[in-house]
């Protein structure tokens, strides 16, 4: 049943397919072709993406036939068939360990390791049974917890090996789109769940102050991989990539993080006792931004922080280190290129990764495909040989913008993901920061309390730092995925790290005291304008 | 392409302008969309265009195409597009073999021009001797985008240089068009970006700049579009502040695109 030629844009039919209005030919979705591709089995969706989207245009070749070794298209030959169990697929490139499709995109998506953030940088898609009595959100979301607590336990099970379920978020009865299975009801409902990184793109944290938070999400990245079997790549100049890993947090079991939610909740409430709104009731169950395991993903994990990983789990992982000290031993005018030492160095190793171990499609006969998930540890550091953070006018100010632009190129050719970690407080020149940011993917900047003005305000009292989204990718489309606020604050409880929504309290009475109110008012102003990459102005509308 | 957007520079695939120099500008909001409707519009109007891709792969830009009506691909099978890939070359200059010849090779060494650039932009618009390739209306530069090579380290000069060089080429002599996009970044001190935006301003005929919104953030536009225009018997300004209905087509997934 095809839906009216109306204003472009995504109708649902009842047939659960989802048709795009691009002009005189109706394409079937790009979704489309990967919700049907999923019934059959695993199979990379953006391989039948590609197929699909050439049933309306005649596309030769499909989508990826330009570009072998492109990660965002990777056209596999081999067809998919067969059931959905067993991981032992030879050349096939099922659902990778780990790993889940943004639908929007065709992009794969990877944890990073903190699914407070994973929500904030783009969507994937997942859904949730609700049968058609249920007619509350609530009871919606209980159901998808309870479901949502076997496959946890599933994935918990299978954790560590590579099977084509675990982390596959979608599987057939799941999905909306596409599913023309009878088993299907109709009360299917289609939740947009958190995203995470796409692979073949390079997150940027701008460190905090003391670099006491960023390098805490440098090591989720880096656990994460370790949880789901990707092969790390750890470059530093500062520590040993070895000590680094020691120090990697030990992931949460399920119950476990529903202890210490409680533990965090009771104490709270002990201090502050919930009052249940009368008039904006509604609100009361917004969601504060942290979803917990039960509720949504069986993609990321949670990590306690204050243990660390087991020795069994580190050594099992594979990883390839990088300690700038050792690599270079003399420093002899070896100049490739325009390049700083050690960075041409680094880029020479990553390279080398790439290529040996096949992640970009070079060796198809090997095993398994599997994610290289690279970190990259204060880069721009003066100990990487970078003046950009000691001197206003730097010799080798396009050193470091010359390397992210090299290592863009890499990772778009293979199945990777990297995290980079930038003291970006430290530059002086605003313009290097900016294009540091350009040429980056996604940009996440730490702003921490400690030891400024806003540890003492009243507005900031909860929590220990912000968070700023500067720039999430339009990968694929034109258009990305935002969160509706620019204002999030980061905390870190016991052992669990949280990102919330900011919100000015209200401004109840004129009798408040007029240096309170104007406390306010700044507060109000240090709320970030916008994001980078988006709309954004110069001037707040002052409350 | 957007219809909406040919209507306000009352332009059709059918009747291009030529010989002009079109100039894309964003702040604080993406332009990328500029640049993916001007490559379908011109594969549309049956122009030969030769893309300077240098900061997304061929599939970023194929797939956008697709969602707007052209394919990248078989427009490069029958030698419409000539697609430059900014990102693989730099990768073949860095780990390939030293001795083959690259257009990119100024990553590789200090000095900085873009001579090899312009060389291949010329070749690959330049229509061969021989009679038998189809006939394209016009050849078309388009180059995404300038600012990269900036970051490169290529100095302002050399790009105003290169710029120069291909509107010769290509608007002058070949009677084609050029765009090019630049991010603008005002609140950073990036004069070099500056300079060349202001340059390369006072040398287009078109100038499109994409702005955020001055108020902050909106979910539902992504904020608002300048067109200024510069004839040459009517010098006259025209600035069109219509973006509200644009931005909202835009914001969904797949552009509408009538043919």
């Known amino acids: 049943m095809e839906s009216q030629q109306g204003e472009g844009g995504t109708e649902l039919d009842s047939q659960s397919s989802i048709w795009v209005n691009t002009g005189g030919n109706k394409m079937a979705a790009l979704t489309t072709g990967f919700g049907r591709a999923r019934q059959g089995g695993a199979g990379d969706p953006r391989e039948y993406k590609a197929e699909t989207a050439a049933g309306g245009d005649k596309l030769g070749g499909g989508g990826g036939g330009g570009d072998r070794g492109c990660s965002f298209l990777r056209k596999v030959s081999v067809p998919g068939s067969g059931g959905g169990g067993g991981g032992g697929g030879g050349a096939r490139l099922r659902s990778i360990a780990g790993t889940r499709p943004s639908v929007q995109n065709g992009q794969l998506l990877v944890s990073a390791g903190l699914p407070a953030l994973d929500q904030l940088l783009g969507r994937s898609v997942s859904s949730e049974r609700r049968s058609a009595s249920s007619g509350r959100r609530e009871g919606g979301r209980e159901r998808g917890k309870k479901e949502g607590k076997e496959q946890i336990n599933r994935r918990e099970r299978g954790c560590g090996t590579i099977q084509s379920e675990e982390g596959a978020s979608t599987r057939p009865q799941d999905l909306l789109w596409g599913c023309s299975s009878p088993t299907a009801p109709l009360g299917v409902l289609l939740y947009l769940r958190g995203g995470g990184l796409a692979v073949g793109t390079l997150l940027l944290i701008e460190e905090d102050k003391y670099n006491i938070y960023s390098s805490l999400i440098f090591k989720y990245f880096l656990a994460e991989g370790i949880v789901c079997g990707h092969t790390l790549l750890v470059a530093s100049a500062k520590e040993d990539p070895g000590d680094i890993l020691q120090e990697l947090p030990e992931p949460l079991h399920d119950d476990n993080y529903k202890k210490v939610l409680d533990e965090g909740r009771s104490h709270k409430s002990q201090e502050e006792p919930e009052i249940s709104m009368k008039i904006a009731w509604r609100y009361q169950n917004l969601p504060q931004m942290e979803a917990g395991p039960g509720t949504s993903s069986r993609f990321g994990h949670y990590y306690d922080v204050s243990k660390r990983m087991s020795q069994e789990v580190i050594q099992s992982a594979k990883w390839h280190k990088f300690f700038l000290p050792e690599e270079i031993t003399s420093y002899a005018n070896v100049e490739s290129c325009a390049l700083n030492h050690g960075y041409t160095k680094l880029l020479h190793f990553i390279q080398r990764v790439i290529s040996e171990q096949g992640f970009d499609g070079s060796n198809p006969q090997k095993k398994q495909k599997n994610i290289l998930r690279i970190g990259i540890q204060s880069l721009g550091s003066p100990l990487w040989g970078d003046d950009i953070c000691c001197a206003d006018t730097p010799e080798h100010m396009h050193s470091l913008t010359r390397f992210l632009y090299v290592l863009r190129g890499l990772l778009r050719m293979s199945l990777s993901a990297c995290i980079i970690t930038v003291p970006s407080h430290l530059i002086q020149n605003k313009a290097v920061t900016s294009r540091i940011r350009n040429l980056s993917d996604t940009v996440v900047g730490l702003e921490s309390f400690i030891g400024s003005e806003k540890e003492a305000n009243s507005l900031y009292k909860d929590y220990h730092g912000l968070i700023h989204i500067h720039q999430i990718p339009r990968l694929n489309s034109l258009i990305c995925d935002v969160s509706d606020t620019k204002d999030l604050a980061f905390k870190l409880q016991r052992k669990v790290f949280t990102i919330e929504r900011l919100h000015l309290p209200p401004d109840l009475s004129d009798t408040v005291s007029r240096s309170s109110k104007r406390d306010l008012v700044e507060s109000a102003k240090q709320l970030s304008p916008g994001c980078g990459m988006m709309a954004g102005g110069k001037e707040h509308l002052d409350f | ?259």
């Open chain 2, 1 to 259: 392409m957007f219809p909406e957007l040919n209507n306000l520079l009352n332009v059709s695939p059918d009747k291009p302008e030529q010989g002009k120099f079109t100039l894309l500008c964003d702040a604080k909001t993406d332009g990328g969309f500029l640049v993916h409707h001007f490559l379908s519009f011109y594969l549309k109007a049956n122009c030969k265009v030769c893309f300077v891709a240098l900061l997304q792969s061929f599939s970023h830009y194929n797939i956008v195409g697709q969602k707007l009506g052209v394919n990248l691909i078989a427009a490069r099978d029958r030698g419409q597009l000539v697609f430059f890939e900014g990102l693989k070359s730099t990768v073949e200059v860095l780990f390939g073999s030293k001795e083959q010849p690259n257009t990119l090779k100024f990553i590789r060494e200090s000095s900085s021009d873009l001579k090899s650039l312009y060389e291949f932009v010329q070749k690959a618009l330049t229509p061969s001797g021989d009679g038998s390739a189809t006939s394209w209306k016009f050849p078309v530069l388009l180059v995404d985008d300038l600012s990269v090579l900036l970051s490169l380290g290529v100095e302002a000069v050399a790009v105003l240089d290169f710029i120069q060089y291909c509107r010769a080429t290509v608007c002058c002599q070949l009677k084609g068009n050029v765009v090019a996009l630049v991010h603008d970044s005002d609140q950073t001190e990036d004069e070099e970006n500056a300079m060349l935006m202001n340059a390369l301003g006072h040398q287009s005929s078109l100038i499109l700049r994409a702005e955020g919104l001055v108020t902050g953030f909106c979910k539902d536009v992504h904020g608002q579009l300048k067109i200024l225009r510069r004839g040459l018997l009517q010098p006259k300004n025209d600035e069109a502040e219509q973006w509200n209905t644009l931005l909202k087509v835009i914001e969904i997934p797949c552009a509408r695109a009538r043919i």
